[in-house]
């Protein structure tokens, strides 16, 4: 089996739910897409242990290499407007409002 790394997983599952989300608006089949994306989302948080879902809340998002997860930074994507090297609390509302749209 090939490996590949999370950068290039992350990319082709964004350009695959690009495409498929343009073909869906043409064909009419966009329910169905809708309804993949959510067993895959998930599929993929039963996979997470309630402390992997945690750790995902911090500041600083670790990697979660068994399931491909890359780190990730939430520090630009909070809009609690704290600033400075002290634990801060965060809200990450953008990605909340991103995920409500429908």
Same mark, same amino acid.
């Given at each position: 089996?090939?490996?590949?790394?999370? $950068?290039? #997983? *992350?990319?082709?599952?964004?350009?695959?739910?690009?495409?498929?989300? &343009?073909?869906?608006? %043409?064909? /009419? =089949?966009?329910?169905?897409? $809708?309804? #993949? *994306?959510?067993?895959?989302?998930?599929?993929?948080?039963?996979?997470? &242990?309630?402390?992997? %879902?945690? /750790? =995902?809340?911090?500041?600083?998002?670790?990697?979660?290499?068994?399931?491909?997860?890359?780190?990730?930074?939430?520090? &630009?994507?909070?809009?609690?407007?704290?600033?400075?090297?002290?634990?801060?609390?965060?809200?990450?509302?953008?990605?909340?409002?991103?995920?409500?749209?429908?």
């Amino acid at each position: 089996m090939c490996s590949m790394s999370s $950068r290039t #997983r *992350a990319l082709i599952l964004c350009l695959s739910v690009a495409v498929s989300t &343009t073909a869906a608006a %043409k064909d /009419d =089949q966009q329910p169905d897409i $809708r309804v #993949r *994306a959510d067993e895959m989302a998930t599929a993929l948080v039963a996979q997470l &242990t309630l402390d992997e %879902k945690v /750790d =995902q809340l911090l500041n600083v998002a670790p990697a979660i290499p068994r399931l491909g997860i890359p780190a990730y930074n939430w520090w &630009t994507e909070s809009l609690h407007g704290a600033l400075g090297p002290v634990p801060t609390t965060n809200f990450p509302e953008p990605i909340g409002l991103a995920a409500s749209f429908d």
